[in-house]
């Protein structure tokens, strides 16, 4: 188990070694000429303390820009290892600062839409199971396929026509109501936390279908399974076979799914986010990507990509962990 | 084995031989020919059918192609057609102002004003009217001007000719620059001798500066730099500049200095210019007209006849003179009647009007009748009296027919119709006459009708006709971009899973470094970086398609090795081995056709995730640009908070046939899979 941790990690280094290199080519052929618009930008900003001519070295030596793209590759790469991600073009910042102070509004709105999207699709989908080819059945796969198919950003201006424009509910966007300064403390959390209510029925309605089916599918197949014949067969109550013999199946495979999807709730819902101005990771990323931030994408992709294998790794560890008949190696 | 062996066929005609046996033609219960074998196609075909919300997305589907790829053709209108309308608008109709710059008109083209002073002209004016003085001198660079006032209003620039006679009263005038070093005095006009020695002298006496006196002039000295002394000489009174001139002459300078006023004397003027406390007197000789200055306009009342320059500089003279001129060939005669400077021709009929206050079109492209030039100038005037800064007016304005012309009757007689000008007066002193006109704009947003069953967008496009074209681009996407994945993740997969061993190994981590590649990012920093080059639309299409292709055929090529994998130990792919068929033909032949099911199923779902990630891009802006229309941007160009609102109408079909689209994809890859294998785990 240990060993295959292990070997698992050094490929995942291996894989992300080669991913930011990938990324780092098409940040080094960022149009001709970027940097040094960049830093014209930067010194005649009010308050510059730097000319020209010292920014474009300044950047060029620091992103290794003045170097080839591989030796230029190991020189961001060196300084990535030490934690030394830079400053960000767009945010004026220290990059990690940036993401300190987006990073938890984007957890926790990707933390509550997860909760409820986990106590939404998987009744329903177990429900679906349970009564297959049934008007329910139906129901609940129509609907998680209308969830799947449903552009974020088309569900995203539905929902502020509807809540925002037509019922004024909600602010059209933004984290803050108008008058947040004169709020006390709770009041504070009550306005944020109504602000974040249209991203997450976004997000919410966005994941649901996928988890729904997936719950259904598995549900059936443990259904169709011979121990629950057996269980049947014995006169066990329906009530306690489903609750009892056949959820509990079905959770193995859901819980490697879920708990492989934790990292992710750090990456940030990059459009949803953007649309609501949730001042969030995903759209300080998408900020930073139109005005081609690169310390901060670096940082974001080197992030995201760390994520993706993170959440590959837990679930394959967990699969071991929660099935005992799944043997790692 | 030439042809295909039939087990549906060779049934059959087995059945038919047995039927032919039996006389009666009966067929018995267990005949052969009553049990029907379907094809493998056929039952999947049969299988998919009944699957009612397959069938839903199939017909989704057709609908969708049918309506992208032809309805363009049947449809009358295109993409980037622009439609326009005639609106009745507010527009500003005419401009009414009192003309306050004096504009200048030459009078001799030889005669060139210097451009300072011709350009310093109407402060000049002004400020001769404010101090009530008719004729003033300019002295420039190369020439003194005379400015003379021919009556209110217009003002005469000529080339004075003046000959100097004399300075007049007290003045000092700097005389030259005296060196310490060596005691001599460098004059910059005519030499005064002997001034140098007392020069000397004085310095000695007093090395800081003081006057002293010589030869009956009083000079005075001022220490400058490095041991030189500016010397200036002090005159009083009178002091000739050529020929002395007689008594009376000084006798009249006398008087007319005193009240600083030009004067006469032996029938030559003389003129007095100010220079310091003293005067400087000239003998003015006949000067040269260069160019009339004034603020009035020319206004050919209906007739709207030409006006040569000749014509309005001879007038403008004229009417600060005798009244007669003649110009371009013809007498002419100004007169002021009734307040009004009217020029007539030779026949004594109106020719033209001389008036500072103008009333034209706000455009300046179109005529005004004078009836109504009138009746604005009379508001007007009423206005400036009351001290108003608004008002309307009812007139009639030429009758606009619905696209904008003009109407006439049967006889040609241009229609009248009632019409309320509104009158203001701007910040800067203007009046400008609004009135409603029908115009030709742009159909921006017009909510659906007959002409437009889905209206018109921003740009006065056909919402319709950008939803068709749109979804041929989408559907193009999608087919382009899933090809693309399936080919290149067939080959991998194939050579993956064929392979095996190393070749497996090195296919499968650059699966994992592709399957971890954060797309969506990637794509918004193509299109950012493909905006800051300006690339033309078509070829970001083309990079979108290939860069998505690429970024997708990492889960192609995983779902292919998985299958190639499993039929690989399968006997037939031993038979294929053991009859010698090549490594392509395997490969290609025997093992591709059996994951086409699952590629099929995979492709169908896939179209529907391009479809999305194209058109989120899009709506990002970061895809296919402006001209070019997709679904995607034309939500984009409603999005922002105030065109949601009002242009629902726009954006909420656009987005459903998006949704559409996407389900009836899922739902047809969902029957799919269903059809090619009940059994599996979906």
Same mark, same amino acid.
């Given at each position: 188990?240990?060993?295959?941790?292990?070997?698992?990690? &050094?490929?995942?280094?291996? %894989?992300?070694?080669?991913?930011?290199?990938?990324?780092?080519?098409?940040?080094?052929?960022?149009?001709?000429?970027?940097?040094?618009?960049?830093?014209?930008?930067?010194?005649?900003?009010?308050?510059?303390?730097?000319?020209?001519?010292?920014?474009?070295?300044?950047?060029?030596?620091?992103?290794?820009?003045?170097?080839?793209?591989?030796?230029?590759?190991?020189?961001?790469?060196? +300084?990535?290892?030490?934690?030394?991600?830079?400053?960000?073009?767009?945010?004026?910042?220290?990059?990690?600062?940036?993401? +300190?102070?987006?990073?938890?509004?984007?957890?926790?709105?990707?933390?509550?839409?997860?909760?409820?999207?986990?106590?939404?699709?998987?009744?329903?989908?177990?429900?679906?199971?349970?009564?297959?080819?049934?008007?329910?059945?139906?129901?609940?796969?129509? %609907?998680?396929?209308?969830?799947?198919?449903?552009?974020?950003?088309?569900?995203?201006?539905?929902?502020?026509?509807?809540?925002?424009?037509?019922?004024?509910?909600?602010?059209?966007?933004?984290?803050?109501?108008?008058?947040?300064? #004169?709020?006390?403390?709770?009041?504070?959390?009550?306005?944020?936390?109504? +602000?974040?209510? &249209?991203?997450?029925?976004?997000?919410?309605?966005?994941?649901?279908?996928?988890?729904?089916?997936?719950?259904?599918? #598995?549900?059936?197949?443990?259904? #169709?399974?011979?121990?629950?014949?057996?269980?049947?067969?014995?006169?066990?109550?329906?009530?306690?076979?489903?609750?009892?013999?056949?959820?509990?199946?079905?959770?193995?495979?859901?819980?490697?799914?879920?708990?492989?999807?934790?990292?992710? &709730?750090?990456?940030?819902?990059?459009?949803?986010?953007? /649309?609501?101005?949730?001042?969030? %990771?995903?759209?300080?990323?998408?900020?930073?990507?139109?005005?081609?931030?690169?310390?901060?994408?670096?940082?974001?992709?080197?992030?995201?990509?760390?994520?993706?294998?993170?959440?590959?790794?837990?679930?394959?560890? /967990?699969?071991?962990?929660?099935?005992?008949?799944?043997?790692?190696? | 084995?030439?042809?295909?062996?039939?087990?549906?066929? $060779?049934?059959? $005609?087995?059945?038919?031989? =047995?039927?032919?046996?039996?006389?009666?033609?009966?067929?018995?219960?267990?005949?052969?020919?009553?049990?029907?074998?379907?094809?493998?196609?056929?039952?999947?075909?049969?299988?998919?059918?009944?699957?009612?919300?397959?069938?839903?997305?199939?017909?989704?589907?057709?609908?969708?192609?049918?309506?992208?790829?032809?309805?363009?053709?049947?449809?009358?209108?295109?993409?980037?057609?622009?439609?326009?309308?005639?609106?009745?608008?507010?527009?500003?109709?005419?401009? $009414?102002?009192?003309?306050?710059?004096?504009?200048?008109?030459?009078?001799?083209?030889?005669?060139?004003?210097?451009?300072?002073?011709?350009?310093?002209?109407?402060?000049?004016?002004?400020?001769?009217?404010?101090?009530?003085?008719?004729?003033?001198?300019?002295?420039?660079?190369?020439?003194?001007?005379?400015?003379?006032?021919?009556?209110?209003?217009?003002?005469?620039?000529?080339?004075?000719?003046?000959?100097?006679?004399?300075?007049?009263?007290?003045?000092?005038?700097?005389?030259?620059?005296?060196?310490?070093?060596?005691?001599?005095?460098?004059?910059?006009?005519?030499?005064?001798?002997?001034?140098?020695?007392?020069?000397?002298? =004085?310095?000695?006496?007093?090395?800081?500066?003081?006057?002293?006196?010589?030869?009956?002039?009083?000079?005075?000295?001022?220490?400058?730099?490095?041991?030189?002394?500016?010397?200036?000489?002090?005159?009083?009174?009178?002091?000739?500049?050529?020929?002395?001139?007689?008594?009376?002459?000084?006798?009249?300078?006398?008087?007319?200095?005193?009240?600083?006023?030009?004067?006469?004397?032996?029938?030559?003027?003389?003129?007095?210019?100010?220079?310091?406390?003293?005067?400087?007197?000239?003998?003015?000789?006949?000067?040269?007209?260069?160019?009339?200055?004034?603020?009035?306009?020319?206004?050919?009342?209906?007739?709207?006849?030409?006006?040569?320059?000749?014509?309005?500089?001879?007038?403008?003279?004229?009417?600060?003179?005798?009244?007669?001129? @003649?110009?371009?060939?013809?007498?002419?005669?100004?007169?002021?009647?009734?307040?009004?400077?009217?020029?007539?021709?030779?026949?004594?009929?109106?020719?033209?009007?001389?008036?500072?206050?103008?009333?034209?079109?706000?455009?300046?492209?179109?005529?005004?009748?004078?009836?109504?030039?009138?009746?604005?100038?009379?508001?007007?005037?009423?206005?400036?009296?009351?001290?108003?800064?608004?008002?309307?007016?009812?007139?009639?304005?030429?009758?606009?027919?619905?696209?904008?012309?003009?109407?006439?009757?049967?006889?040609?007689?241009?229609?009248?119709?009632?019409?309320?000008?509104?009158?203001?007066?701007?910040?800067?002193?203007?009046?400008?006459?609004?009135?409603?006109? @029908?115009?030709?704009?742009?159909?921006?947003?017009?909510?659906?009708?007959?002409?437009?069953?889905?209206?018109?967008?921003?740009?006065?496009?056909?919402?319709?006709?950008?939803?068709?074209?749109?979804?041929?681009?989408?559907?193009?996407?999608?087919?382009?971009?899933?090809?693309?994945?399936?080919?290149?993740?067939?080959?991998?997969?194939?050579?993956?899973?064929?392979?095996?061993?190393?070749?497996?190994?090195?296919?499968?981590?650059?699966?994992?470094?592709?399957?971890?590649?954060?797309?969506?990012?990637?794509?918004?920093?193509?299109?950012?970086?493909?905006?800051?080059?300006?690339?033309?639309?078509?070829?970001?299409?083309?990079?979108?398609?290939?860069?998505?292709?690429?970024?997708?055929?990492?889960?192609?090529?995983?779902?292919?090795?998985?299958?190639?994998?499993?039929?690989?130990?399968?006997?037939?792919?031993?038979?294929?081995?053991?009859?010698?068929?090549?490594?392509?033909?395997?490969?290609?032949?025997?093992?591709?056709?059996?994951?086409?099911?699952?590629?099929?199923?995979? $492709?169908?779902?896939?179209?529907?995730?391009?479809?999305?990630?194209?058109?989120?891009?899009?709506?990002?802006?970061?895809?296919?640009?402006?001209?070019?229309? @997709?679904?995607?941007?034309?939500?984009?160009?409603?999005?922002?908070?105030?065109?949601?609102?009002?242009?629902?109408?726009?954006?909420?079909?656009?987005?459903?046939?998006?949704?559409?689209?996407?389900?009836?994809?899922?739902?047809?890859?969902?029957?799919?899979?269903?059809?090619?294998?009940?059994?599996?785990?979906?």
């Amino acid at each position: 188990m240990l060993k295959y941790t292990l070997k698992r990690l &050094l490929y995942s280094v291996l %894989i992300l070694f080669f991913v930011m290199f990938i990324i780092y080519i098409l940040m080094y052929n960022m149009p001709m000429g970027y940097v040094e618009t960049k830093a014209r930008e930067l010194a005649s900003r009010p308050g510059a303390t730097k000319s020209y001519a010292e920014w474009l070295a300044d950047l060029n030596a620091q992103y290794g820009m003045d170097k080839g793209v591989v030796q230029g590759y190991f020189v961001w790469l060196s +300084h990535a290892v030490r934690g030394e991600w830079g400053d960000s073009w767009a945010w004026t910042l220290p990059v990690t600062q940036e993401f +300190h102070n987006t990073v938890w509004y984007s957890f926790i709105l990707s933390l509550v839409s997860f909760i409820f999207e986990i106590l939404i699709a998987i009744p329903l989908g177990i429900t679906a199971a349970k009564k297959q080819y049934s008007f329910t059945d139906y129901f609940t796969t129509v %609907i998680s396929m209308v969830c799947i198919s449903m552009p974020t950003f088309f569900l995203a201006t539905l929902l502020k026509y509807v809540f925002s424009v037509k019922l004024g509910w909600f602010d059209l966007s933004g984290m803050q109501g108008r008058n947040y300064m #004169n709020l006390s403390d709770f009041g504070k959390f009550l306005d944020v936390a109504k +602000h974040f209510v &249209l991203p997450s029925i976004t997000i919410i309605i966005i994941s649901i279908g996928g988890l729904m089916r997936y719950t259904r599918t #598995n549900m059936l197949e443990v259904l #169709n399974a011979d121990y629950i014949r057996t269980a049947r067969a014995k006169g066990v109550p329906e009530k306690k076979v489903i609750n009892y013999h056949a959820f509990r199946n079905t959770l193995i495979p859901l819980v490697t799914t879920l708990g492989g999807s934790l990292p992710g &709730l750090f990456s940030g819902a990059l459009i949803t986010e953007s /649309l609501f101005a949730i001042r969030g %990771i995903g759209f300080a990323s998408y900020a930073s990507m139109t005005q081609a931030d690169i310390p901060f994408i670096m940082f974001y992709l080197a992030f995201i990509s760390i994520l993706t294998l993170l959440g590959n790794l837990i679930s394959d560890l /967990l699969y071991g962990l929660v099935d005992p008949r799944v043997r790692l190696s | 084995m030439a042809d295909k062996y039939y087990l549906n066929a $060779a049934l059959k $005609a087995r059945a038919a031989k =047995a039927v032919d046996r039996k006389t009666d033609g009966e067929i018995a219960l267990d005949d052969i020919s009553r049990v029907k074998v379907l094809s493998p196609g056929r039952q999947v075909f049969k299988r998919f059918i009944r699957n009612r919300l397959a069938v839903f997305g199939s017909m989704l589907l057709i609908f969708m192609f049918v309506f992208s790829f032809i309805g363009p053709l049947f449809y009358s209108y295109g993409q980037k057609q622009i439609f326009y309308k005639f609106d009745r608008q507010t527009v500003n109709y005419a401009m $009414a102002k009192d003309n306050t710059a004096y504009n200048g008109y030459d009078i001799d083209p030889d005669a060139a004003v210097e451009r300072t002073v011709n350009n310093a002209m109407n402060s000049r004016i002004k400020s001769m009217i404010a101090d009530g003085d008719t004729l003033r001198f300019e002295m420039g660079k190369d020439n003194a001007y005379e400015i003379e006032k021919l009556r209110d209003d217009i003002y005469r620039v000529s080339i004075a000719d003046l000959t100097p006679i004399c300075t007049y009263g007290s003045s000092t005038v700097n005389i030259g620059t005296y060196s310490q070093v060596r005691k001599t005095i460098e004059f910059r006009g005519e030499e005064v001798e002997g001034l140098a020695d007392a020069m000397t002298a =004085a310095v000695k006496k007093n090395a800081g500066g003081g006057s002293f006196t010589y030869g009956g002039v009083t000079y005075s000295y001022k220490k400058g730099q490095a041991k030189t002394y500016a010397v200036s000489a002090s005159f009083d009174g009178l002091r000739y500049i050529g020929e002395p001139m007689d008594e009376s002459f000084e006798a009249a300078l006398e008087a007319a200095a005193e009240k600083g006023e030009s004067f006469v004397c032996d029938g030559a003027e003389y003129i007095l210019v100010a220079n310091g406390a003293a005067w400087d007197v000239y003998r003015r000789n006949a000067a040269r007209p260069a160019r009339v200055f004034s603020r009035l306009t020319v206004d050919t009342f209906e007739s709207g006849a030409p006006v040569s320059n000749e014509l309005r500089v001879n007038a403008l003279l004229a009417a600060g003179g005798s009244g007669r001129f @003649t110009a371009d060939g013809q007498q002419w005669t100004v007169a002021e009647e009734d307040g009004f400077l009217i020029v007539r021709g030779a026949d004594g009929a109106e020719y033209m009007e001389l008036t500072p206050f103008s009333v034209r079109r706000y455009t300046g492209e179109d005529s005004m009748e004078y009836s109504l030039k009138k009746a604005v100038a009379e508001k007007v005037e009423e206005m400036i009296e009351a001290g108003a800064k608004s008002g309307s007016m009812a007139c009639l304005l030429p009758m606009q027919g619905e696209s904008g012309e003009y109407v006439y009757d049967e006889n040609g007689v241009l229609q009248y119709q009632e019409a309320e000008l509104v009158i203001s007066q701007r910040e800067t002193g203007e009046f400008v006459i609004t009135a409603e006109q @029908t115009i030709y704009v742009i159909d921006r947003f017009s909510a659906p009708s007959s002409r437009h069953i889905l209206g018109t967008d921003g740009d006065g496009f056909d919402v319709l006709a950008r939803i068709m074209y749109g979804g041929r681009v989408s559907l193009m996407v999608g087919f382009v971009v899933v090809f693309l994945e399936i080919f290149l993740g067939v080959i991998m997969g194939g050579l993956a899973g064929y392979y095996g061993g190393w070749v497996d190994m090195l296919i499968m981590r650059l699966v994992d470094i592709f399957y971890c590649l954060p797309s969506l990012p990637i794509m918004i920093i193509l299109g950012a970086m493909m905006d800051a080059l300006r690339m033309n639309t078509y070829v970001r299409l083309l990079i979108m398609m290939a860069a998505l292709g690429i970024m997708g055929w990492a889960g192609v090529a995983r779902l292919v090795r998985g299958q190639i994998l499993s039929l690989r130990e399968q006997e037939f792919m031993v038979a294929t081995e053991a009859t010698g068929i090549k490594v392509k033909g395997r490969i290609f032949h025997h093992l591709v056709p059996n994951v086409m099911p699952q590629l099929i199923v995979t $492709a169908t779902m896939g179209m529907g995730s391009v479809i999305i990630t194209e058109s989120t891009l899009s709506f990002l802006g970061l895809g296919v640009k402006h001209p070019l229309a @997709t679904w995607g941007t034309m939500i984009n160009s409603v999005s922002s908070a105030s065109a949601m609102a009002h242009y629902a109408y726009i954006w909420i079909p656009v987005g459903l046939l998006i949704c559409l689209t996407v389900i009836a994809f899922n739902f047809v890859g969902d029957g799919l899979r269903d059809a090619y294998d009940p059994k599996a785990k979906r």
